[in-house]
């Protein structure tokens, strides 16, 4: 962030700080007058953001954090101003603002918000060789968009849909079937964010098994075997579901013949044979040598 910017935007704090003291210490300007600010304010910045001018509505929502407090468009405000941030590409702000958006009492953008901050975070998740700290927080809070707004009846909601589409091309002015096609259309929106969240979790597990794989990877290259072995078990007891859950196995009897510890060897081979059957005939060199060292 440039200098210029921080500067601009600690004015605009500033005059909003001085705009709330202002109205709080003084009798004679009513609530009419906040709410009336704070409208013309938002309103101004609905057109700056629809128009693309993401920074110039970053400021304007900025200048009313304080003064929309407690008053309707509070909710609006924050939700608003964390879109901005996400198509500013500030991804930690944005996750924060939305966060944010969740305490107001009542809110009707909890549900969008609770899925905007996995975004956020998902955004923020760096290449797999970094530290991953974002990228657990992002599975954390889809995980618990899951869990806080599931969708029952997937199939239904579809079905739904289609059906009182083709309702309404027969009988267009019909109030009920509107009602039903708008609460059908924005459970289906549901179903939508729903899977970009499973295909997201799934991604992101590759990702944090994909970060173990290779530090055990490096381990090996230098030598360090036992420091290896903890890295391919981090892999094996947390990401089964991924690519990399085979791949640790193999490694792991690798590494523990390279330490002589045969029968932990043969256990992880009994495990790996387990789970991949067809690799029976392929791994029988591997289980003689085990078999022999393990008799010495």
């Given at each position: 962030m440039s200098v210029c910017r921080c500067i601009s935007r600690s004015v605009v704090m500033l005059f909003a700080i001085g705009l709330?003291?202002?109205?709080?210490?003084?009798?004679?300007?009513?609530?009419?007058?906040?709410?009336?600010?704070?409208?013309?304010?938002?309103?101004?910045?609905?057109?700056?953001?629809?128009?693309?001018?993401?920074?110039?509505?970053?400021?304007?929502?900025?200048?009313?954090?304080?003064?929309?407090?407690?008053?309707?468009?509070?909710?609006?405000?924050?939700?608003?101003?964390?879109?901005?941030?996400?198509?500013?590409?500030?991804?930690?702000?944005?996750?924060?603002?939305?966060?944010?958006?969740?305490?107001?009492?009542?809110?009707?953008?909890?549900?969008?918000?609770q899925f905007m901050v996995a975004k956020s975070y998902e955004k923020l998740s760096p290449h797999f060789e970094?530290?991953?700290?974002?990228?657990?927080?992002?599975?954390?809070?889809?995980?618990?968009?899951?869990?806080?707004?599931?969708?029952?009846?997937?199939?239904?909601?579809?079905?739904?849909?289609?059906?009182?589409?083709?309702?309404?091309?027969?009988?267009?002015?019909?109030?009920?079937?509107?009602?039903?096609?708008?609460?059908?259309?924005?459970?289906?929106?549901?179903?939508?964010?729903?899977?970009?969240?499973?295909?997201a979790i799934r991604t992101m597990r590759e990702k944090l098994a994909k970060n173990s794989y290779f530090i055990a990877r490096q381990y090996v290259r230098l030598g360090k075997y036992k420091a290896a072995g903890i890295f391919y078990d981090e892999v094996i007891a947390h990401y089964p579901d991924t690519i990399y859950d085979q791949l640790a196995l193999e490694e792991k009897i690798d590494v523990l013949i390279k330490r002589k510890k045969w029968f932990d060897a043969g256990l992880v081979l009994d495990q790996y044979l387990q789970l991949f059957p067809e690799k029976r005939k392929e791994k029988q060199g591997i289980r003689d040598t085990i078999t022999q060292n393990c008799k010495n």
């Open positions: 709330l003291i202002s109205s709080g210490c003084s009798s004679s300007k009513p609530d009419t007058t906040t709410n009336s600010l704070v409208s013309e304010g938002y309103a101004r910045a609905v057109k700056l953001y629809e128009k693309g001018d993401y920074q110039a509505a970053i400021l304007r929502l900025e200048s009313l954090i304080f003064t929309a407090r407690a008053t309707a468009l509070e909710d609006d405000v924050l939700y608003l101003l964390g879109q901005s941030y996400y198509h500013s590409g500030e991804y930690m702000l944005a996750a924060d603002m939305f966060s944010r958006v969740q305490q107001v009492s009542s809110t009707p953008y909890a549900r969008t918000s970094l530290d991953q700290q974002y990228t657990r927080k992002s599975i954390e809070q889809f995980s618990l968009y899951q869990e806080l707004y599931p969708v029952a009846d997937s199939s239904k909601i579809v079905s739904d849909v289609k059906t009182l589409k083709e309702l309404l091309k027969i009988n267009p002015e019909n109030i009920t079937y509107k009602q039903d096609y708008a609460s059908a259309i924005a459970q289906y929106s549901r179903i939508d964010s729903l899977r970009y969240s499973e295909k």
